[in-house]
C-alpha cells in the first residue's frame, strides 16, 4: 500500500476545516492581513478554503466541483491592489496555522511549507489593477514529492520538490 495522500495524513475533511479556521482567524487578528478582510467576505470563506487546500492536497474535488476550480480561486485575488504587503503575512499564518491544528510530523509540515510558498508565489502576480486575468490554469496536486502533474508526473517547473 502507497503512502496516504496528504490530505488523508493531516486528517482529511475536518483536518482542512480546522486549518482554514485557523488560518482565517490568524488572518483577521493579523495588523496586516486583517485589511482586505475587513471589507465583508463571503460567510463561507472558511469552508471554500477548506475545499481547496483539501483538493491541492489529494482529497475529493469539491472546490473544482462546487467553486470553478484554480482559475476562481486565482480571480478573487486578481486586480486588487499594486502593492503586496500580504503575502509574507499570508505565509506566516499559514505555517502558523499548520503547528497549531495538524499532526506533528516533520515531512508533512515540510511540504506543506512548501506548498503555501509556491501557491502565494503564483498567485501574487495576478494582484495587480493591470494584470491579465488567469487562463485555464490546472487545479494543482501536492503530494510528500512536492507539486505533480495531475497526470502523475513530478513538476521542474517553479514549484519546490522535496523528498522525505
Ligand atoms: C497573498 C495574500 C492573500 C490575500 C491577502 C488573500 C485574501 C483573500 C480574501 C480577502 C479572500 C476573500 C474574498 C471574498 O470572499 O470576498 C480570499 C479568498 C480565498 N483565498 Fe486568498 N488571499 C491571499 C492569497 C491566497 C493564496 C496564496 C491562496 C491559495 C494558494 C488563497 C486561497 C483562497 C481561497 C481558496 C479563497 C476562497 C475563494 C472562494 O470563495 O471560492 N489565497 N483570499
Known amino acids: 500500500m502507497g503512502r496516504p495522500t496528504l490530505y488523508d495524513a493531516a486528517g482529511g475533511a475536518p483536518a482542512m476545516l480546522a486549518l482554514a479556521a485557523d488560518f482565517h482567524q490568524r488572518c483577521l487578528d493579523h495588523p496586516t492581513l486583517s485589511h482586505p478582510f475587513s471589507h465583508g467576505v463571503d460567510p463561507e470563506h472558511v469552508p471554500h478554503l477548506a475545499a481547496y487546500w483539501g483538493e491541492v492536497f489529494g482529497g475529493p474535488p469539491v472546490y473544482s466541483t462546487t467553486r470553478g476550480g484554480h482559475p476562481a480561486m486565482i480571480r ?11 503575502s509574507a503575512a499570508f ?22 511549507g512548501d506548498y503555501i510558498r ?8 495576478y494582484m495587480p489593477l493591470s494584470a491579465a486575468g488567469p487562463a485555464d490554469v490546472p487545479m494543482p496536486l501536492w503530494t510528500w514529492a512536492g507539486r505533480q502533474g495531475r497526470d502523475g508526473s513530478v513538476s521542474t517547473g517553479e514549484a519546490v520538490t522535496r523528498t522525505p
Open 118 to 125: 509556491a501557491g502565494t508565489t503564483e498567485v501574487v502576480p
Open 76 to 86: 478573487v485575488h486578481a486586480n486588487q491592489c499594486d502593492e503586496d504587503p500580504f
Open 91 to 112: 505565509v506566516e499564518c499559514f505555517d502558523a496555522a499548520v503547528a497549531a491544528t495538524l499532526p506533528d510530523d516533520p515531512a508533512l509540515r515540510a511540504v506543506l
